[in-house]
């Protein structure tokens, strides 16, 4: 397992919040989606990490594209 964090300067509200959380639930490889949207950031516990490119696309999907990780 490991934890990988995405900063999402597009999240806004407890609705935004909620709907990635529910998004990620669905992409192969999480175990769990924490979204914040004070620190504008979504932290990830995956199984492998292949998942990181997949956690990417869903979030650009549903419209909350992540900056790039430093």
Request: net charge positive.
């Amino acid at each position: 397992m490991e934890s990988i964090r995405f900063d999402v300067p597009s999240i806004s509200c407890a609705n935004c919040v909620a709907k990635i959380e529910r998004e990620l639930a669905k992409v192969d490889g999480v175990i769990t989606a924490k979204a914040d949207s004070t620190t504008k950031s979504v932290e990830v516990t995956v199984s492998d990490a292949a998942a990181v490119d997949r956690i990417a696309a869903a979030l650009q999907k549903i419209g909350c594209p992540p900056k790039p990780m430093k």
